[in-house]
């Protein structure tokens, strides 16, 4: 048996026995290097070089600062900003929703959190104000994602990180596919209001609209203190989430004062246990990834696609549609490390640039967080909303749709993603 089919075979193996993906990894990667004869000091190596990066230290503090927002009345401040701004559309909530999302996003950059958050607030008001519970769920879920692809995105930060490219560039380049499938949610949620009767809140008024405003302007500079620093030079990404999280709480502990502070070592607490399991994860993709490198998979799958087609568009739909199968049972993270190689060889071959590569694969593996059997975004927004799974899974489908055609578009029209990076920081290119 050729070792990278007993590799891979092990691993999946593993996972249908629902073994964590980190032990999995290490599992999978132990068995072959004993079958090969590879020392295994290798495992400790390559496991370490796996976190060793400077880089990889901005999760953490992101991961800190979607805890410090929940914990809040930040949440709460963009929900009114929201409200105020889109809210008298018909399918009001619909359009706060995927609002607050996408601002949300761009300040934690962790889907799950936003489901979490977002989610305990606007399912139950979607509820109430008639919408289907079904609809209310999924697109919960689905605009959640849009902080897998709208910096600072996490995803983006390892992909950057372990595919030596600039992720000031990726952050800049996520900007627009975001928001496109933002738009793209929220004309979806108009036509569904037509067709239901969903109703538009009252328009507040010009002058609560301001106050509304003004009080969610100070947790809106985050993004822009964020990605300013970044792009203008002034720090590193890690730099950049320090940063931020100091900003945060500084208003949360002095400015609203409305987290005490006992509370923050719970919140600190929270917030590295949450981060253990990624890293764990990045530690076990090191030395599995090392050992697909080792093995040639990238050579062997581009030789194979070639063999298949030699159009760059033909072999990019064939890596979306493998992406969109590896996200239904692995996590983004997960997916992005174990399968960088092979990413980074298919795009070289179809002459797509690595900024919009790894962009590219990361909306379309933003599509597994709410596609069983993974779909984490879907079950935590179907257990707040009380919803049967697989009427979520039927009220999201088309959502999902959305965000494919957009990974579509972008893969036909390449400046979707590369022109504001290209604009920005020229020198990149």
Known sequence: MHPLVLLLGTFFLLIALRLNIAFALIASSFVVMMTEGLPLTSVVNQMYSGIDSFTLLAVPFFMFLGRVLNASSITERLLRVADATVGHVRGGLGHVNVFVSMVFASLSGSAAADTASVGSILIPAMKKAGYNPAFAVALTAASSTLGVVIPPSIILIVYGAFGNVSIGALFLAGITPGVLIGLFMMSYTYVQALRHG?????????????????????????????????????????????????????????????????????????????????LFTVAGAGIFGWLIS??????IVVTFITAQTQNPYGIMLLLIGFLLLVGTVLNPISATLIFLPIIQALGTVAGYHPVHLGVLSTIVLSVGLITPPYGICLLIAAQIGEVRLIDAIVAVAPICALTILVACLSLLFPQIILALPQWLVPQLF
């Open 198 to 278: 969903y109703p538009a809140n009252p328009f507040p008024g010009m002058r609560a609209t301001v106050r509304a405003v003004r009080r969610g302007f100070a947790p809106l500079l985050i993004p822009i203190l964020v990605l300013g620093g970044i792009v203008g030079g002034f720090f590193t990404p890690t730099e950049g989430a320090i940063v931020a999280v100091c900003w945060a709480l500084f208003l949360a502990l002095g400015l609203y004062r409305d987290i005490p502070l006992r509370a923050m070592p719970g919140i600190l607490a929270t917030a590295v246990t949450e981060f253990s399991v990624p």
């Open 294 to 299: 080792y093995l040639g998979a990238a050579e």
